[in-house]
């Protein structure tokens, strides 16, 4: 399938921190969704994002469409212990059928210190 | 809300045996996809569905098979579980049409196979 590199893998910050992630693609994404996996749940949809350019914040957190349409950013601010969690990036490829269908990046595992 | 329920948190199971993981959804959604999640993996399609009946192979189908009888529920089969099965599954709905790429997860099942 379509591939999708998210950086960092991994994160240790201190509370109050600003968080950056980042997904990239060699193909061109139609669709990038920001999701949030708290620890033994399933991932809870953060932010959706739908034309190139597209910037959306959703209280602290704040993602772009890259204007390229093959990248996309996901920055939090003044991180809290409930920020902890796994941060996975999620496009819709264009081209080709869909009916929903997604790929995922590999997540990026957030561990805020108090 | 919408609401994705899967019927077990974590099941364990014997090499060979044959396992069934139900997901439901309330929101009369036509998308369903089941998913396996692995440490620096990501999320990985298995089986999708589009329609009751209707099913379509994700990025990793061997070893799996799916049902959709109904609507609202779509099932995950592991004809004879093998111990590379062992994994957090995951299944999530989503609309068909406008906003179809959101998609919504239950709380997932963590299957380990002996």
């Known amino acids: 399938g379509q591939q999708l590199n998210q950086s960092p893998q991994s994160m240790f910050i201190q509370e109050g921190e600003d968080v950056s992630m980042n997904c990239t693609s060699s193909s061109i994404f139609n669709t990038w969704l920001w999701y949030k996996q708290d620890p033994g749940e399933g991932p809870v949809l953060l932010i959706a994002?739908?034309?190139?350019?597209e910037l959306t914040s959703n209280g602290r957190l704040t993602a772009q469409f890259g204007i390229t349409r093959k990248d996309s950013f996901l920055n939090i601010s003044a991180s809290i212990p409930s920020d902890v969690g796994i941060y996975f990036c999620a496009g819709q490829v264009a081209g080709g059928t869909s009916y929903g269908k997604l790929t995922f990046g590999q997540g990026t595992i957030l561990t805020v210190h108090p | 809300d919408v609401k994705v329920t899967q019927s077990s948190r974590y099941l364990v199971k014997r090499t060979g045996e044959k396992v069934f993981l139900e997901c439901v959804q309330d929101?009369?959604?036509?998308?369903m996809f089941w998913y396996r999640q692995d440490p620096g993996l990501g999320l990985r399609l298995i089986y999708f569905?589009?329609?009751?009946?209707?099913?379509e192979k994700g990025d990793i189908p061997e070893g799996y098979s799916v049902s959709r009888e109904k609507k609202e529920r779509f099932s995950l089969i592991l004809e004879s579980a093998s111990t590379n099965q062992t994994s957090m599954y995951l299944c999530?709905?989503?609309?068909?049409?406008?906003?179809?790429?959101?998609?919504?997860f239950g709380p997932g099942t963590r299957l380990t196979v002996t």
């Open positions: 569905s589009y329609d009751v009946k209707m099913k």
């Open positions: 929101m009369d959604h036509e998308n």
């Open positions: 994002l739908y034309k190139a350019g």
């Open positions: 999530a709905s989503s609309i068909m049409g406008q906003g179809d790429y959101e998609q919504y």
